[in-house]
């Protein structure tokens, strides 16, 4: 019917909130970028407690163990840091990548 009638009145649904991908993307970079700086703070607190010394790439060069076995666990402890650590920074990059990109689009 048309504007003129009551009694057919069609109603619009409301628009769709307005999403802003770049600070979505941003968002993500810094809960990556926290979760990153927990794994670090981790990763610092075990090499303390432990007087680990690492090489750049991660690799124990000298520790303080107690026990005889203790060398393997510390060692298979601080490899699964590693690998947390590894994994956080490949989503952390990937993310900077996709944020960077959207910051791109909007120039």
């Known amino acids: 019917m048309g504007w003129f009638s ?20 941003q968002a993500r ?7 990153l700086d927990q794994i670090n703070r981790e990763m610092l607190a075990f090499k303390t407690k ?5 090489d750049s790439f991660g690799r124990l060069l000298r520790m303080r163990c107690s026990t005889i ?8 402890q601080w490899r699964a840091l590693l ?10 990059d990937a ?7 959207l910051r791109q689009q909007e120039k």
Not at 6 to 24: F, G, S, Y
Not at 29 to 35: A, L, N
Not at 50 to 54: D, F, K, L, R, Y
Not at 69 to 76: D, P, T, Y
């Open 50 to 54: 432990n007087e680990i010394v690492s």
């Open 83 to 92: 690998r947390r650590r590894d994994a956080v920074m490949a989503r952390w």
């Open 69 to 76: 076995g203790g060398r393997a666990e510390i060692e298979s």
């Open 95 to 101: 993310s900077l990548r996709e944020w960077s990109a």
């Open 6 to 25: 009551k009694t057919a009145t069609e109603t619009i649904p409301a628009p769709a909130p307005v999403v802003d991908r770049c600070e979505e993307a």
């Open 29 to 35: 970079v810094r809960e990556i970028k926290s979760e």
